[in-house]
Nanobody
Framework: QVQLVESGGGLAQPGGSLRLSCAAS????????MGWFRQAPGKQRELVAS???????NYADSVKGRFTISRDRVKNPVYLQMHSLNPGDPAVYYC?????????????WGQGTQVTVSS
């Protein structure tokens, strides 16, 4: 089993920055992919960014060039560095972990952290 806890959410001004952190614990050696999703009120949850064990990253078009996903290879945390925040970014952000195998896919989710953008 894997446990994920997000932190770092809060209030930022338009054009400002925030860094989200995801602390992972449990059987993390089995995880192939880590990611960040977000869900705004009235909208479906969407993938923001992901990173594989090999270091490959993927981003939603709306955040390319503004957000960066990274992981600490010494410790467990996964980060989402957000710059140039705009009114399209406020949402609850969720950390995710995924184990991919030929027979089964395992998904794990954090509790979420709120990001608000306001002047």
């Amino acid at each position: 089993q894997v446990q994920l806890v997000e932190s770092g959410g809060g209030l930022a001004q338009p054009g400002g920055s925030l860094r989200l952190s995801c602390a992972a614990s449990g059987t993390i050696v089995l995880i192939n992919v880590m990611g960040w999703f977000r869900q705004a009120p009235g909208k479906q949850r969407e993938l923001v960014a992901s990173i594989t064990t090999g270091g490959s990253t993927n981003y939603a078009d709306s955040v390319k060039g503004r957000f960066t996903i990274s992981r600490d290879r010494v410790k467990n945390p996964v980060y989402l560095q957000m710059h140039s925040l705009n009114p399209g970014d406020p949402a609850v952000y969720y950390c995710s972990a995924h184990r991919l195998s030929p027979t089964k896919i395992y998904d794990y989710w954090g509790q979420g952290t709120q990001v608000t953008v306001s002047s």
